[in-house]
């Protein structure tokens, strides 16, 4: 559960909204530079943490989003999208890759028991490296704890799971 936030004070908060409609302008680029001009206090808030991987990430800045994520972890790891925004940062970043992406995601299997988005990524993970089978119970665990009927739509349009699209097809 996120925990509820105090509203951003002035002047931070015109710096978290430009961050936020330059993001929307499709301009991450400009985002991250109004984030880097907000205290340090209010940069290490969830939301702002959270704001600043997304456009790290549209910027496809690997490196920094998977420190920011990281930084998110260790404050709020409570928090399941800081564990899948990690993950994924460290599959993408200078050094990382799947195996350490999937070493990274497989703490919050446990923390995270009713979190269908770990599960679902655990089985990218596996399908990536080979291991099908692996893959397949991943991705049915993710199915017992989630919308089924959405996880295999967004399932079949995702290439890491193309090795196991025929079995998640007809559900077997």
Not at 38 to 63: M, T, Y
Not at 116 to 128: G, L, T, V
Request: hydrophobic share 45%; with cysteine; proline share 6%.
């Amino acid at each position: 559960m996120e925990p509820i936030l105090d509203p951003i004070p002035l002047p931070a908060r015109h710096l978290v909204d430009a961050a936020v409609g330059w993001l929307m302008l499709g301009q991450p680029g400009e985002a991250v530079s109004e984030l880097g001009r907000v205290p340090l206090e209010i940069r290490n808030r969830l939301d702002v943490l959270q704001l600043h991987w997304e456009a790290l990430s549209a910027q496809k800045d690997w490196d920094a989003a998977y420190r920011v994520a990281s930084d998110q972890v260790a404050r709020f790891p409570g928090t399941v999208s800081g564990w899948i925004h990690r993950a994924y940062a460290a599959r993408r970043r200078t050094g990382g890759g799947i195996a350490q992406a999937e070493e990274l995601l497989l703490p919050a299997v446990t923390r995270f028991a009713d979190e269908p988005m770990i599960r679902y990524n655990m089985a990218c993970y596996s399908a990536q490296q080979d291991r099908l089978e692996e893959a397949w119970h991943w991705f049915c665990k993710a199915l017992a704890v989630g919308n089924g009927l959405e996880l295999r739509g967004l399932a079949l349009e995702d290439e890491d799971l193309r090795p196991i699209w025929p079995r998640i097809a007809v559900g077997s």
